[in-house]
């Protein structure tokens, strides 16, 4: 069926990925000197010089799956880190100047497919310094799967930084649980840093804020009233400073209060949920996910894309649920 292509088209790129990086596959552009190290290239025009202990270092990675990324590494303190996607310049930062440390939220979604990120440093004289780091993603084309991220260096084995699974989540943060209380108000829960700011949006308007307890747990009540319809609700873990750390972004379908008082035999569709896990759970077989799916064709056009938040019909299979 769709699925099981899928999924398996997916392992197929990430092993493929997986091997380009691991035995040193670059792109054109890449060079070797004799001694085997990296060659600098001046893709800007201004000088550049590989420094022992200077070169700017990727420490995380995390890509959703919309391809909007955070990264964030360390450099020399004061000077410019300039993030590129297969060769082409899309964000810069400054390094910090106490703890030489950065952080990059790329909110231009990555191209489907694989993306190299590179790094070059730029000091205050102007002199460049390439990272001997380069960091692969395998962008899925299917909407809602998390990409692969690998690390490889000239300097160390290669490893995987994210790995394609279930759940949404990007570093420290994520989101677990879509929920409604008694009186039809969403809830929203998820993990992050411990007592760390939490800020929410649905479709880029604010609609709260919370914050994690020493043990990274969070809750976030919407005050702000929703209606009924789908949504990209988007969760960011701030830190001390107020800049975003950390991102999530999933589909979102708003039920209907009258809807959200659950009965019998309903079920909140989850983040990272799909048919075949929710009928594998209920049923203990995935093959029986078209029990929902015809229960509830009204909501659900494709049995490929569900939305968090909405609340499905689980007949029981003794009632005539089976076919």
């Known amino acids: ?18 091997f380009l990086v691991f035995y040193g596959e670059k792109g054109p552009e890449a060079s070797l000197t004799e001694a085997g190290r990296p060659g600098v290239s001046d893709v800007t025009g201004q000088q550049t010089q590989e420094q022992e202990g ?17 990264v964030a590494g360390r450099g020399k303190p004061g ?22 440390e950065w952080v990059i939220v790329v909110d231009t979604p990555l191209n489907e497919g694989d993306q190299e990120l590179t790094l070059e440093m730029v000091l205050p004289d102007g002199t460049v310094t390439p990272s001997t780091q380069t960091v692969v993603v395998a962008v899925p084309e299917r909407a809602g799967e998390k990409p692969l991220v690998i690390l490889g260096s000239e300097e160390g084995a290669s490893r995987i930084l994210q790995q394609p699974g279930d759940g949404v989540m ?15 108000r969403v809830i929203i829960q998820g993990r992050a840093k411990p007592n760390a700011n939490i800020r929410g949006y649905v479709d880029n308007k604010p609609i709260g804020e919370g914050r994690s307890d020493a043990n990274g747990h969070w809750t976030l009540v919407p005050q702000q009233t929703i209606s009924p319809g789908v949504y990209t609700l988007r ?48 049923y203990g077989r995935g093959i029986l996910y078209t029990v929902i799916f015809e229960a509830n064709q009204g909501q659900i056009k494709d049995p490929d894309l569900i939305y968090p938040g909405q609340i499905f019909e689980t007949p029981s299979l ?3 649920g089976q076919h």
Do not use: C, H
Not at 84 to 94: P, Q, T
Not at 252 to 263: D, N, S, T, V, W
């Open 235 to 282: 969760l960011d873990q701030l830190n001390a400073e107020g800049q975003v750390t950390a991102r999530v972004e999933v589909p979102f379908e708003r039920a209907a209060p009258e809807r959200a008082k659950l009965a019998s035999g309903q079920v909140i569709v989850q983040p990272g949920n799909s048919l075949w896990r929710i009928s594998r759970r209920l």
């Open 54 to 70: 200077l070169a700017p270092t990727f420490d995380i990675v995390r890509v959703d799956p919309r391809g909007s990324a955070v």
């Open 79 to 100: 000077s410019e880190i300039r993030l590129y996607a297969n060769g082409n310049l899309i964000a810069s930062e400054k390094v910090d100047s106490d703890r030489g």
């Open 318 to 320: 003794t009632d005539g």
């Open 170 to 184: 990007v570093g420290d943060l994520s989101v677990d649980i879509i929920d409604y209380d008694e009186e039809g």
């Open 1 to 18: 069926m769709r699925i099981f292509f899928i999924a398996l088209g997916l392992v197929i790129v990430a092993a493929f990925v997986y």
